[in-house]
């Protein structure tokens, strides 16, 4: 069985930072491209970043902000969110497309960012 459990979050200050973990298990991790995306209240899902074997890629209002990574041997993925904005504000999942074509979702994390 596919799993994406996701972890940290929270409430931060503008200005502040929050790291975000996705344990993956149920397929093989290191095969696939990983991706995270948000969802903030009210509006649609966004696309935030991608890493795949040697890439990756950024929306552009994170760029420089956030990082993504991965470990293949611990399966997992994380994105580091720093210098962080009200804007960013958003429930955050993790999610790759599996050989059925079909996303494969983690059970997302709140980042709030206020003061």
């Known amino acids: 069985e596919v799993q994406l459990v996701q972890s940290g979050g929270g409430l931060v200050q503008p200005g502040g930072s929050l790291r975000l973990s996705c344990a993956a298990s149920g397929f093989t991790f290191s095969g696939y491209s990983m991706t995270w995306v948000r969802q903030a209240p009210g509006k649609g899902l966004e696309w935030v970043s991608t890493i795949n074997s040697g890439a990756k890629s950024y929306t552009n209002s994170v760029k420089g902000r956030f990082t993504i990574s991965r470990d293949n041997a611990k399966k997992t993925l994380w994105l580091q969110l720093n210098s962080l904005k009200t804007e960013d504000t958003a429930m955050y999942y993790c999610?790759?497309?599996?050989?059925?074509?079909?996303?494969?979702w983690g059970q997302g994390t709140q980042v709030t960012v206020s003061s």
């Open positions: 999610t790759y497309i599996g050989s059925s074509m079909a996303p494969n």
